[in-house]
């Protein structure tokens, strides 16, 4: 007899490469989290995204085939609803069932490895001059713009403007001299948890820089950076957030994060400004984080490598 039988089916349509293994790995799990559009399952394994059709591709993301309206939350999902996975679908509470396996697999499309550094500084150039006008005044995205000044109560961004100027001093000299990669690595401790929300703001900037590093084929780098992120991550006690910092220190991430890196390290001005509204719509200020920690590698990889 089907278990999953009499409950609400939504077939997954996309799942993310670290889901993917998720699901072949996991036993049975629990809701972790609800939101309108997505839920967070934990799992033996990990944890997974699962999200109605509007949903990025993200490599903890199942995109289902759930209309744009489903809202979770509303339906009366609920945090700890058990979870069950068999080889053919999962099944939520009594009430829902995602069949998955027919799910086409998602991973990042690599960044062309024909990109040059004036690429490179043109593209940061484009990117910076489109992003003004979208940049929050909450978060770390107004990191992207040298020099810029947060608003008064911007506690924040004020928690943040010394070690990001140090992460862009390491990140410069560790590039430059791979050895001091394992040195001074103080500014990684205040930005792990800074922030409200489920992903704070320090560690979705730390993400991005980890995906820079693996974009720029620095991976050295990022192992280094990734070996104490990990340990203050665990202190910090939030396991989504830490799910998403793993996924990021094997250069995985959001789509939309994915696009406007490429976008930029190729000096592609007709795509950059198409990447602007995938990153307004992850999270509340996250995809603005992350993407202000892709710049500041890149930032600091350009200072590196200018002579």
């Not at 939350?73 to 053919?88: C, F, N, P, Q, V």
């Not at 003004?132 to 924040?156: C, N, Q, S, Y």
Request: with cysteine; glycine share 10%; hydrophobic share 45%.
């Amino acid at each position: 007899m089907d278990s999953h039988a009499g409950r609400f089916r939504f077939p997954v349509r996309l799942a993310g490469c670290i889901a993917s293994r998720i699901l072949n790995d996991a036993a049975d799990g629990r809701v972790a989290a609800v939101f309108r559009s997505s839920f967070y399952v934990e799992t033996d394994a990990g944890f997974i995204c699962i999200g109605n059709e509007t949903l990025e591709p993200s490599p903890l993301n199942l995109i289902t085939m759930a209309p744009a309206g489903t809202d979770w939350s509303a339906s009366g999902l609920r945090r700890d609803a058990k979870i069950s996975l068999s080889e053919k679908a999962i099944g939520v509470g009594n009430r829902f069932s995602f069949p998955w396996c027919d799910a086409t697999n998602w991973s990042p499309q690599p960044v062309s490895k024909s990109w040059k550094p004036s690429d490179l500084e043109y593209g940061l150039k484009v990117f910076r001059q489109v992003a003004m006008d979208h940049l929050p005044d909450e978060g770390l995205g107004r990191f992207l713009i040298p020099g810029v000044h947060p608003a008064v109560d911007e506690a924040v961004f004020r928690a943040a403007q010394t070690p990001v100027a140090e992460a862009h001093r390491w990140l410069a000299a560790a590039m430059r001299n791979p050895e001091k990669a394992a040195q001074d690595l103080d500014w990684v401790h205040p930005l792990i948890g800074l922030g409200p929300g489920l992903t704070p703001s320090g560690d979705d900037f730390i993400g991005g820089v980890m995906i820079a590093l693996h974009g720029l084929d620095e991976t050295g780098i990022c192992v280094k950076l990734w070996a104490l992120a990990r340990r203050c991550a665990e202190i910090a006690g939030n396991p989504i957030s830490y799910a998403h910092l793993s996924a990021a220190s094997q250069g995985q991430g959001n789509a939309a994060v994915h696009r406007a890196l490429a976008a930029i390290m190729e000096g592609r001005s007709e795509v950059i400004q198409n990447t602007l509204t995938g990153i307004d719509n992850i999270g509340h200020t996250s995809g603005w984080d992350a993407i202000a920690g892709v710049v500041t590698a890149f930032d600091a990889w350009h200072h590196a490598h200018r002579h």
